[in-house]
Antibody
């Protein structure tokens, strides 16, 4: 059974940092791209960042570029999101999700349970 | 940035059919995927590649596409179908990003 278990959220002051983790199990972690998405309170889904299966290709959304860093560890089957210089508008539930890419498209076929991040003084 | 437009809300009686649209000028040349998000839960993929269902998704959930509009149809709607629904395409022209629709809240 595919499982993605997120951790590391919490309350942080503006300008602060936080590191999110996502532990994967039930599939060959090194064979899939992985992603972070977020959902601000009462809002829709927003893509944050993606990392390829080997870690060679990394992409960020404009709203987090230069502040967030995505990484992965195939020994620990884990995905990470280092978030620096946090702003109030980064307040959201963050999801990790597995990317399933074929035929020139990608979809998110399994999602973690969500990690709440609150940025407030 | 690329925008996928969905109706904000839809109310449907039990047993009837819910039809959710997703419009955008790249829809015709892209594969469209659909997600269901029940309150307080993570999204679940319900349709991929315009019309394919992942295992475990009932046949009464279907997808289609015509021109620049994709459609998610839920037949014989049940109380458990009450959720937010999002369409999604993968945009290789800009940072290989996942682009989501604005979302539709379905009330049963």
């Amino acid at each position: 059974e595919v499982q993605l278990v997120g951790s590391g959220g919490g309350l942080v002051k503006p300008g602060g940092s936080l590191r999110l983790s996502c532990k994967a199990s039930g599939f060959t972690f090194s064979a899939y791209s992985m992603n972070w998405l977020r959902q601000a309170p009462g809002k829709g889904l927003e893509w944050v960042s993606s990392i390829s299966s080997t870690g060679s290709y990394i992409y960020y959304g404009d709203s987090v570029k230069g502040r967030f860093t995505i990484s992965r560890d195939s020994v620990w089957n884990s995905l990470y999101l280092q978030m620096n210089r946090l702003r109030a508008e980064d307040t959201a539930v963050y999801f990790c999700a597995r990317g399933d890419c074929s035929g020139g498209t990608c979809r998110l076929d399994f999602w973690g349970q969500g990690i709440l991040v609150t940025v407030s003084s | 940035s690329y925008v996928l437009t969905q109706p904000p809300s839809l109310s449907v009686a039990p047993g009837r059919t819910a039809i959710i649209t997703c419009g955008g000028n790249k829809i015709g040349s892209s594969s469209v995927h659909w997600y269901q998000q029940r309150p307080g839960q993570a999204p679940v993929l319900v349709i991929y590649n315009d019309r394919d269902r992942p295992s475990g998704i009932p046949e009464r959930v279907s997808g289609s596409k015509s021109g620049n509009t994709a459609t998610l149809t839920i037949s014989r709607v049940e109380a458990g179908d009450e959720a937010d629904y999002y369409c999604q395409v993968w945009d290789t022209s800009r940072d290989h990003s996942y682009v989501f629709g604005t979302g539709t809240k379905v009330t049963v």
